[in-house]
Nanobody
Framework: QVQLVESGGGLVQPGGSLRLSCAASRSIFSINAMGWYRQAPGKQRELVALIIGGSTTNYGDSVKGRFAISTDNAKNTVHLQMNNLKPEDTAVYYC?????????WGQGTQVTVSS
């Protein structure tokens, strides 16, 4: 199993940037895939970004070109750099780890984009 702790959320103006971090309780080399998902009020949880095997990345269509997922292997941490934020990016962002079919989630961090 793995514990995940997200940080870095907050309030930002449209066009601004935030970086989210997800610290894992075990080496991320041992985790098949890690990702970021988000859920806005009244909407289903959706994929934001995924990194598989530490290198292959995949992004949701609405964030392509604006968000970037990366890993810090020494700190067992996954980052999500979010640029050019829009009001529609407002949501609770969750970190996810896939251990060969077993999924683990963090507690979530709120991101609010508003002027």
């Amino acid at each position: 199993q793995v514990q995940l702790v997200e940080s870095g959320g907050g309030l930002v103006q449209p066009g601004g940037s935030l970086r989210l971090s997800c610290a894992a309780s075990r080496s991320i080399f041992s985790i098949n895939a890690m990702g970021w998902y988000r859920q806005a009020p009244g909407k289903q949880r959706e994929l934001v970004a995924l990194i598989i095997g530490g290198s292959t990345t995949n992004y949701g269509d609405s964030v392509k070109g604006r968000f970037a997922i990366s890993t810090d292997n020494a700190k067992n941490t996954v980052h999500l750099q979010m640029n050019n934020l829009k009001p529609e990016d407002t949501a609770v962002y969750y970190c996810d780890a896939d251990l060969g079919g077993l999924r683990y989630w963090g507690q979530g961090t709120q991101v609010t984009v508003s002027s």
